[in-house]
């Protein structure tokens, strides 16, 4: 295996270069158990830890490595490894932090395509889709949607269903395939580049470990043939994971999500619903919150139809809960300030020697 293998290309060599850091060893997280890590360079794997200097300097989690980071380490005793430094991430997916407002968690990075898996069962969504397609437009990766498990259903169905999710999210590739027929796994393959990174999202049960195992043609990850069934939060994938292809690609395997919640995302916003907001630019009042304000562009297009109900809804949801996250964030820098500046008062007073 080569590091182009991995995904190394030019804009990483640049950084490494740009850092100082063209002297170390480079691998790329492959996954991650707290504090330890996998690592693969082009030899060989590594159990690899932080560096104390790392992690204590760490302002967030986000200074932190996580799968899909390229990192530069040393090694000891043969395949065990520090890590020194992580490279700037070329992107980012991350959701809110479940139920933490003011904390979002790194999904994965250094990411070129997001796979959004939705079944034609139980798990159909288009608001879902919608959120994480936001997702995915935050971080600037391209998103494609699949829709999996359409052996469960009638061909006129599955075509219903297809047509609503391109109705819904206009000029983003939607493609539909069965792990159990087999019928439309080889478009997926034939995305799949030597060198890129695509990475699995999608609920619990969707297919995502099953549809990976299917292109690499082997039961490398494991899959329960359970969850569906009973339970659909059962969660049978529990690590992400990085798998390098033979053909070529690498993936990221991820855990089922029950909350993606957003985080300060307005990129993605605006990349999700261009329609609403380009429109949102011609009501009167630059506040408008497109409810029953006076000459409001969007309730006008809502009206015609120009824009459908459904996507009017999802968005004022989403809008509410980007809003919310960026001011709790907004919130917690202030009171961090404000507690830094006491911090500091207090260190002075100790010094002057007055208590
Ligand atoms: N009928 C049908 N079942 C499928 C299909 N793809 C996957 N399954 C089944 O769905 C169940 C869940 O599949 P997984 O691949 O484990 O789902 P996952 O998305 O990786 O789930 P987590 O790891 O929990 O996030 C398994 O029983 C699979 O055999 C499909 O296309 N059709
Ligand atoms: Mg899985
Ligand atoms: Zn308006």
Same mark, same amino acid.
């Given at each position: 295996?080569?590091?182009e293998?991995?995904?190394?290309?030019?804009?990483?060599?640049? %950084?490494?270069?740009?850092?100082?850091?063209?002297?170390?060893?480079?691998?790329?997280?492959?996954? =991650?158990?707290?504090?330890?890590?996998?690592?693969?360079?082009?030899?060989?794997?590594?159990? *690899?830890?932080?560096?104390?200097?790392?992690?204590?300097?760490?302002?967030?989690?986000?200074?932190?490595?996580?799968?899909?980071?390229?990192?530069?380490?040393?090694?000891?005793?043969?395949?065990?490894?520090i890590?020194?430094?992580?490279?700037?991430?070329?992107?980012?997916?991350?959701?809110?932090?479940?139920?933490?407002?003011? =904390?979002?968690?790194? &999904?994965?990075?250094?990411?070129?395509?997001?796979?959004?898996?939705?079944?034609?069962?139980?798990?159909?969504?288009?608001?879902?889709?919608?959120?994480?397609?936001?997702?995915?437009?935050?971080?600037?990766?391209? *998103?494609?949607?699949?829709?999996?498990?359409?052996?469960?259903?009638?061909?006129?169905?599955?075509?219903?269903?297809?047509?609503?999710?391109?109705?819904?999210?206009?000029?983003?590739k939607?493609?539909?395939?069965?792990?159990?027929?087999? %019928?439309?796994?080889?478009?997926?393959?034939?995305?799949?580049?030597?060198?890129?990174?695509?990475?699995?999202?999608?609920?619990?049960?969707?297919?995502?470990?099953?549809?990976?195992?299917?292109?690499?043609?082997? @039961?490398?990850?494991?899959?329960?043939?359970?969850?569906? +069934?009973i339970?659909?939060?059962?969660?049978?994938?529990?690590?992400?994971?990085?798998?390098?292809?033979?053909?070529?690609?690498?993936?990221? @395997?991820?855990p089922?999500?029950? %909350? &993606?919640?957003?985080?300060?995302?307005?990129?993605g916003?605006?990349?999700?619903?261009?329609?609403?907001?380009?429109? *949102?630019?011609?009501?009167?009042?630059? @506040?408008?919150?497109?409810?029953?304000?006076?000459?409001? *562009?969007?309730?006008?297009?809502?009206?015609?139809?120009?824009?459908?109900?459904?996507?009017?809804?999802?968005?004022?949801k989403?809008?509410?809960?980007?809003?919310?996250?960026?001011?709790?964030?907004? %919130?917690?820098?202030?009171?961090?300030?404000?507690?830094?500046k006491?911090?500091?008062?207090?260190?002075?007073?100790?010094? +002057?020697?007055?208590?």
């Amino acid at each position: 295996m080569t590091l182009e293998d991995l995904g190394y290309n030019s804009i990483i060599e640049k %950084e490494r270069e740009a850092n100082g850091m063209a002297a170390f060893e480079l691998g790329r997280v492959v996954t =991650q158990h707290k504090d330890r890590y996998i690592l693969k360079t082009a030899q060989q794997t590594y159990e *690899a830890e932080l560096l104390g200097k790392l992690r204590f300097s760490a302002n967030s989690n986000e200074d932190l490595p996580v799968v899909g980071d390229w990192v530069i380490f040393t090694d000891f005793d043969q395949n065990k490894a520090i890590i020194h430094a992580v490279l700037p991430r070329q992107t980012v997916i991350k959701r809110q932090a479940v139920r933490k407002s003011t =904390q979002s968690q790194i &999904i994965a990075s250094n990411i070129d395509v997001g796979f959004i898996l939705q079944s034609a069962n139980r798990d159909f969504n288009l608001n879902r889709i919608e959120r994480y397609l936001t997702i995915c437009n935050t971080a600037g990766v391209e *998103a494609i949607i699949i829709l999996t498990k359409i052996d469960l259903i009638e061909e006129a169905q599955k075509n219903i269903l297809l047509d609503a999710i391109q109705e819904r999210v206009k000029g983003v590739k939607v493609l539909s395939i069965s792990n159990e027929t087999m %019928e439309g796994l080889d478009a997926v393959k034939a995305l799949i580049k030597k060198g890129k990174t695509y990475c699995l999202l999608g609920s619990s049960g969707v297919g995502k470990s099953t549809l990976l195992n299917m292109i690499i043609g082997a @039961d490398v990850m494991n899959t329960d043939a359970i969850s569906d +069934n009973i339970d659909r939060g059962r969660h049978v994938t529990t690590h992400r994971q990085l798998v390098v292809l033979q053909t070529g690609g690498v993936f990221i @395997d991820n855990p089922g999500m029950r %909350e &993606i919640g957003l985080t300060e995302s307005s990129e993605g916003m605006e990349v999700t619903f261009e329609a609403i907001l380009s429109l *949102a630019n011609q009501c009167k009042f630059n @506040d408008c919150k497109h409810q029953r304000e006076k000459d409001c *562009a969007v309730q006008l297009a809502l009206e015609s139809g120009e824009i459908d109900e459904s996507t009017f809804k999802n968005f004022i949801k989403l809008e509410k809960e980007r809003a919310f996250f960026e001011s709790s964030i907004e %919130e917690k820098r202030k009171l961090d300030k404000t507690f830094g500046k006491m911090v500091k008062r207090v260190k002075k007073l100790r010094k +002057n020697n007055k208590f």
